[in-house]
């Protein structure tokens, strides 16, 4: 896993919360912006991808970085 220093995070808010997502070529990551030295989900770059295709392709509102 990346460490905090090597990573760009970006903020990513819904109704009533917030995540924040950092993306390297290989994989993203996904931490609660309330607690960022919390626990983070990391997830393969190819599942991240689809992903994010699906919610566009349903009509949610995505900011990708």
Known sequence: MQT???LRWHRAC???ACVEV???PSAAYVRDSEA?????LAVSA???S????AV???GIPTDRH
Do not use: C, M, N, V
């Open 46 to 48: 190819p599942a991240w």
């Open 56 to 58: 566009a392709e349903d």
């Open 50 to 53: 689809a992903f994010i295709t």
């Open 36 to 40: 960022p030295q919390g626990d983070r």
């Open 4 to 6: 905090d220093l090597q």
């Open 14 to 16: 819904g109704s009533s």
């Open 22 to 24: 950092a993306t390297t």
